[in-house]
């Protein structure tokens, strides 16, 4: 099913890219965060990741139209610190009232982040699409 969101039009099959939260180099990795995400967003520097863990995702539709294999493994984001995939970040929602990688934290490093701010429909879009809902 297609739908449009915040005037963009978006398939429920294709790559979410944008996100709020972000790891800062305050990071001690720790890997208090990793544990919590509903998502399994969240990967140690260095981790290879997929769409695939923590989802119902067997196949994704890249921005520029490939589909893949949802078990895909793709280069790590950070090598310096803990880092989150942007399309499987929901900040939560649907399954916590705030993020839960921000309130473990013993160092206050899950920020949000100001250049890439979702809507609320936005994020139980992604949700809905992360697990086949
Ligand atoms: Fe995972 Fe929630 Fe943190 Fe996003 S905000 S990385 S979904 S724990």
């Given at each position: 099913m297609d739908f449009v969101i915040g005037g963009y039009f978006l398939c429920t099959q294709t790559m979410r890219t944008r996100m709020a939260i972000i790891i800062t180099s305050?990071?001690?990795?720790?890997?208090?965060?990793?544990?919590?995400?509903?998502?399994?967003?969240?990967?140690?520097?260095?981790?290879?990741?997929?769409?695939?863990k923590g989802t119902s995702l067997k196949e994704v539709e890249l921005e520029d139209g490939v589909v893949i294999n949802a078990e895909?493994?793709?280069?790590?984001?950070?090598?310096?610190?803990?880092?989150?995939?942007?399309?499987?970040?929901?900040?939560c929602t649907g399954f916590h009232e705030e993020p839960q990688c921000a309130a473990v934290c013993p160092v206050d490093c899950c920020v949000p982040d100001p250049d890439y701010v979702e809507t609320k429909?936005?994020?139980?879009?992604?949700k809905a699409w992360l697990h086949g809902e």
């Open positions: 305050e990071c001690i990795s720790c890997n208090a965060c990793e544990p919590e995400c509903p998502n399994t967003a969240i990967y140690e520097e260095g981790a290879e990741w997929n769409f695939a895909k493994l793709f280069p790590a984001i950070s090598n310096e610190v803990f880092y989150i995939v942007p399309s499987k970040c929901t900040e429909e936005e994020l139980e879009a992604k």
